[in-house]
């Protein structure tokens, strides 16, 4: 299931860290995503069964600093601190995507390596932390490789962290981008592709320009079931044909009303999308159940206050039991009011995070 730019940058591949460039440094502020139209569901090496599409969120990012070194060379020697201590769980994640992407950049096995990472939000929050950190750290070792080339970081680079990051954890491939990415192959969207994340281009409706994302934490604990595991249970769901096609469906109909300003089908859509995703959990074989009671509290009054309202106010979700509520700019107001009188007597010890959409990763200079 490689494509054309796998043989690209293999071909590409930088073997070694010149002698005379000495320690090497990138530090990438990147941003998780929230899906509006989910990937669920993949074939191997990472390529989704269906397209999806996110918004970049702007608070919510990964702070990584890379140093590399040219090290004793055989594989990668590296040190790995989360919020300055050891994480075994997040460094072992990263010392099998180090290998995972190897292939790629060779130099790296002979190399040192020192990574400092932190998170500007709480841990299962309902937030990817593998799509802003893997994303952050993809995005660290381009341009360590743009370094030792002493090239350009235009839409090439771009394009190539956003493949490295798919193969670290398929959703970060989007947070590479601002504003409304998509990702996997769409006909009738040219530069769509399964191998990287694309950014929607062109004008979009006005009510769609600056979104909020406020993430209301009805639980924080763990996942019971990863989402590779979620992925895997896809191959042999009996709706899974089905809901490929859905999906494909939806993103037509989303991305019409992004730029149409076609804000009831915004809603429609995005509703339906995370609900469905959370009937694909329970209609897998084993089916699980991630919703909480005081998740279906607050959807339904979501749903009432936005019918009494008539405001535009849509709800989303993960693989998880938190809720993500979707608004513009103008709403502001009236949508904090409900969260505050309404809502967070739902949510474990009043905790929510206040987000909005982002323009994308920023690389910092030392
Ligand atoms: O990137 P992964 O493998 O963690 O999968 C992400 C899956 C969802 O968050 C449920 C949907 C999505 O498109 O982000």
């Not at 841990?123 to 750290?137: C, K, M, P, Q, R």
Request: hydrophobic share 35%; with cysteine.
């Amino acid at each position: 299931m490689n494509g054309e730019f796998h043989k690209q940058y293999l071909k590409e591949a930088v073997p070694e860290i010149p002698a005379d460039l000495g320690i090497l440094r990138s530090t990438w502020m990147s941003p998780s995503n929230i899906a509006l139209v989910k990937y669920w569901g993949k074939l191997p090496v990472q390529i989704p069964a269906n397209p999806s599409l996110s918004f970049t969120l702007q608070h919510s990012f990964t702070e990584m600093n890379l140093t590399i070194s040219p090290g004793a060379g055989n594989g990668p020697d590296m040190d790995y601190y989360f919020q300055g201590d050891h994480h075994e769980a997040f460094e072992s994640r990263i010392r099998e995507y180090l290998q995972i992407i190897s292939p790629y950049f060779p130099f790296l096995a002979g190399s040192k390596i020192r990574i400092t990472s932190r998170n500007t939000f709480p841990h299962s929050s309902g937030i990817a932390s593998s799509a802003s950190s893997l994303s952050a750290l993809a995005l660290g070792i381009c341009s360590i490789e743009q370094q030792i080339l002493n090239g350009p970081q235009d839409n090439i680079f771009y394009q190539k962290a956003s493949f490295m990051a798919r193969l670290g954890s398929g959703s970060a491939a989007r947070s590479v981008y601002g504003g409304f990415v998509t990702w996997g192959k769409q006909e009738g969207m040219d530069l769509t592709s399964d191998e990287h994340a694309t950014a929607l281009a062109g004008k979009i409706g006005p009510a769609f320009e600056s979104l909020y994302d406020a993430i209301l934490i009805i639980s924080p604990e763990n996942k019971t079931i990863s989402s590779s595991q979620g992925h895997a249970l896809m191959d042999d769901h009996p709706y899974a044909r089905a809901r490929y096609r859905q999906a494909r469906e939806n993103l037509e109909k989303l991305t019409r009303a992004i730029y149409g300003n076609d804000i009831k089908t915004f809603i429609r859509i995005t509703e339906d999308e995370a609900l469905g995703l959370h009937g694909l959990m329970m209609s897998s074989d084993p089916g699980y159940l991630l919703l909480k009671p005081n998740t279906l509290h607050v959807l339904s009054l979501i749903q009432q206050f936005r019918n009494e309202k008539s405001i535009f106010l849509a709800f989303t979700m993960d693989a998880g039991p938190n809720v993500h509520l979707i608004y513009p700019e103008y709403e502001r107001e009236n949508v904090h009011t409900f969260i505050r009188v309404e809502l967070l007597k739902y949510c474990h010890q009043a905790q929510w995070i206040d987000d909005r959409m982002g323009e994308g990763p920023v690389e910092l200079q030392d």
